[in-house]
């Protein structure tokens, strides 16, 4: 292994070192606890090595999102991929409404970093990154089928994005009864994919 290479590889473990300090710390304590000056202490390097990897903290959270986006995809095509043919597209868009949900609920900082901060991150344009396009893309494959004769697989895609979104944070704000979120993700699969 060349120099180079070696340099490569150390420089990659610190930034992972670094991201998965961010987000433990954001996920025991919030977005708020997570400063350069926190991160550089808890993983032991200067402040200067934190900021050869990123320029800041909202560089931080941008990287954050995207790991998340990444895990999100992985984790919406599994539950989708989980239910068979027979069981149909309503199996999978509730499978993958389910799996959303669940996602959110576990990683509350990691899902404010993609969807709640400022990371930095376009949206739905044309320099959006590839994870956010592909997180986007694991929702249209299984919503475009059940969208409905002359709707826009893709604006069917975000409005009930939009949806799952909403359930997602009033739900963990609290704004919505516990006890009825089965219900509720049965009613919004119910009422929206047309099979």
């Known amino acids: 292994m060349s120099v180079q290479e070696r340099k490569e590889r150390e420089r990659a473990g610190r930034e992972r070192l670094i991201l998965a300090t961010a987000r433990e710390l954001a996920e025991q304590q919030g977005w708020d606890a ?50 068979s043919a027979a069981d149909g597209p309503r199996a999978r868009v509730s499978a993958l409404a389910r799996a959303y949900l669940d996602f959110a609920e576990r990683n509350p900082a990691v899902y404010d970093a993609m969807f709640q901060l400022d990371g930095g991150l376009a949206f739905a344009q044309e320099d959006t990154p590839e994870p956010l396009k592909d997180a986007f893309a694991a929702l249209l494959e299984n919503l475009g089928e059940v969208a409905g004769d002359g709707v826009h697989p893709g604006v069917f895609t975000e409005l009930f994005w939009a949806a799952l979104h909403g359930l997602a944070t009033l739900t963990r704000a609290g704004r919505l009864p516990p006890e009825y979120a089965e219900r509720r993700t049965r009613l919004l699969v119910d009422r929206l994919a047309v099979v």
């Open 34 to 83: 997570v400063t350069t000056r926190r991160l550089a202490e808890r993983i032991e390097y200067s402040q200067p090595v934190l900021y050869s990897h990123f320029r800041g903290k909202r560089e931080i959270i941008g990287a954050v999102a995207l790991q998340g986006a990444t895990e999100l995809a992985a984790e919406l095509r599994a539950a989708t991929s989980a239910t």
